[in-house]
């Protein structure tokens, strides 16, 4: 990856959505990394961990006893999409912003908890107050990941943060904004 800059840029950047953990999986990595990207962009819907009971068996929906304080999220789905993925990402960047299936909600009406602590995001240092979005440099690129699955809003904090993000965009002096 280029160090951040005006004139530097990643060469390839590979943007997946709708991964999980399948045979297709498999497919779309492997020719990811066969094309040697600088940079992976995940763009939701990252494990289908909410598509399958606590035992691990498949669900028809994301949520098979709705009225439990734990609703049904297989989270060792998501530590499996790790392993898979480990020998990609521990090489490359990756940058990750939610889908639905991430909601997962859990106790006291939690959402996208498992999301939130498995990837480490530049929220905080994008002036983000959420893991559902926030903004990053990739060398003369300025990334912005917006959730759709939050409020979006005029009135919303995603929306707020939005255009002051936009606003210091131009100060970065990058020449891309994506």
């Known amino acids: ?7 530097s840029y990643p060469e390839r950047i590979a943007v997946v959505g709708d991964l999980g953990l399948t045979y297709n999986t498999t497919t779309t990595i492997g020719h990811s990394t066969s094309n040697d990207p600088d940079l992976v962009l995940l763009i939701g819907d990252v494990t289908y961990a909410n598509l399958y009971l606590t035992n691990g ?8 006893f709705p009225h439990s304080p734990i609703h049904e999220t297989y989270q060792p789905q998501w530590d499996y999409w790790g ?6 990402i521990s090489k490359v960047p990756i940058m990750v912003i939610e889908g639905n299936h991430e909601i997962e909600e859990q106790a006291e009406n939690k959402t996208f908890v498992a999301y ?11 002036g983000s107050s959420s893991t559902l979005y926030y903004s990053f440099h990739a060398g003369g690129i300025h990334f912005i990941m917006l ?3 939050i409020d979006f809003t005029k009135s919303g904090k995603q929306y707020k943060w939005l255009e002051q993000d936009l606003a210091m965009a131009g100060s970065y002096l990058t020449s891309t904004l994506v």
């Open 57 to 64: 068996t498949g669900s028809d929906c994301s949520c098979s």
């Open 116 to 126: 939130s602590s498995r990837f480490a995001l530049p929220s905080e240092e994008s």
């Open 147 to 149: 959730g759709a699955y």
């Open 83 to 88: 392993r898979f993925m480990e020998n990609l």
């Open 1 to 7: 990856m280029p160090v951040s800059g005006p004139w």
